[in-house]
């Protein structure tokens, strides 16, 4: 009778370390962790937004003064990925993105000006409002700030879109 005591006790040993294992991974699937590259772009953005009201200034980088891609470069620094410099060779990095497509943390890429021969102004996808996208960039009448792309001159404008973070 003893045995079987024992061999009861055992099963039921057993039998409550399995479903305690089974109760400890259900737990871990729950818990809501965020991915890498939403942190980066959620980092991304904030470091971007911080540069709101600064001068546009050209080859400049700081909050002094800042143009364009400098605001990219500074940005994408930030969270220790580097980037070329400048639009043009910006808009050769990542993978292109469809508008219909973008998140934030895309590039939006644009021909200004009277020549419009080139790609000369970018800016960061931070969210979308009305379903249209939103862009911080650093404008050079303006200095830093937030578009929309679907405004008539920036759509007018648009040339292509990369996504850099994956």
């Not at 045995?3 to 009861?8: C, D, E, L, P, S």
């Not at 800016?123 to 379903?131: E, F, M, P, S």
Request: proline content about 5%; some cysteine.
């Amino acid at each position: 009778m003893a045995q079987t005591n024992r061999a009861n006790y055992l099963a039921w040993l057993f039998f409550a370390l399995l479903l305690s294992s089974c109760g400890t991974s259900k737990i871990q699937v729950k818990q809501k962790v965020k991915p890498p590259n939403t942190i980066a772009v959620e980092d991304l953005i904030d470091h971007a937004q911080s540069f709101l009201g600064t001068p546009y200034k050209w080859g400049g980088q700081s909050k002094k003064g800042i143009d364009c891609s400098g605001l990219i470069y500074s940005c994408f620094d930030a969270i220790n990925l580097p980037v070329p410099r400048v639009t043009s060779e910006l808009v050769k990095t990542g993978s292109k993105v469809a508008p219909r497509d973008l998140v934030p943390g895309d590039l939006v890429f644009f021909k200004t000006g009277k020549s419009r021969k080139k790609v000369n102004h970018v800016g960061l996808v931070i969210g979308q409002k009305d379903r249209g996208a939103l862009f911080i960039h650093a404008s050079t009448s303006k200095g830093v700030m937030i578009s929309k792309l679907d405004e008539p001159y920036w759509h007018s404008t648009f040339i292509t879109a990369r996504r850099l973070i994956k």
